[in-house]
């Protein structure tokens, strides 16, 4: 079983992606900000992260950053899902060391099968 943590400040984004994840047979764990996230991430270890860029307290891109720089994280798998969808806001996403920049709104079925081909 896969750990995945679902970092978003829209309550209904986070209700439909635990319910997906855990369907798909994965142990979901959820952060409603930038704080939260950075405290499971270091505690709880996830497989990968679903990971909104625009949050009220840290960004999405502060966090990747720093998964990716930290030793112990950086092989942590990390997918964007965000609003902004210029070609400078995915670029730098995956600059930063994401997997995977996913503009909103996505289909969940096509976040499945992604996330699992990412987990392997």
């Not at 990971?51 to 307290?57: F, G, Q």
């Not at 990747?64 to 899902?81: P, Q, R």
């Not at 709104?105 to 081909?117: A, E, G, I, Y």
């Amino acid at each position: 079983m896969k750990r995945i943590l679902v970092v978003d400040d829209d309550p209904y984004i986070l209700m439909s992606l635990e319910f997906v994840m855990k369907k798909g047979g994965n142990e979901v764990m959820i952060a409603r900000n930038g704080t939260e996230a950075l405290e499971i991430i270091n505690t709880k270890k996830p497989d990968l992260l679903l990971l909104d860029i625009m949050m009220p307290d840290v960004d999405g891109l502060s966090i990747c950053s720093y998964v990716k720089s930290t030793e112990g994280l950086k092989d942590m798998i990390v997918v964007f899902l965000s609003a902004r969808t210029q070609e400078a806001d995915i670029e730098k996403g995956l600059s930063l060391g994401a997997a995977k920049y996913i503009c909103k709104p996505f289909s969940t079925r096509d976040l499945v099968k992604q996330v699992t081909q990412l987990l392997g």
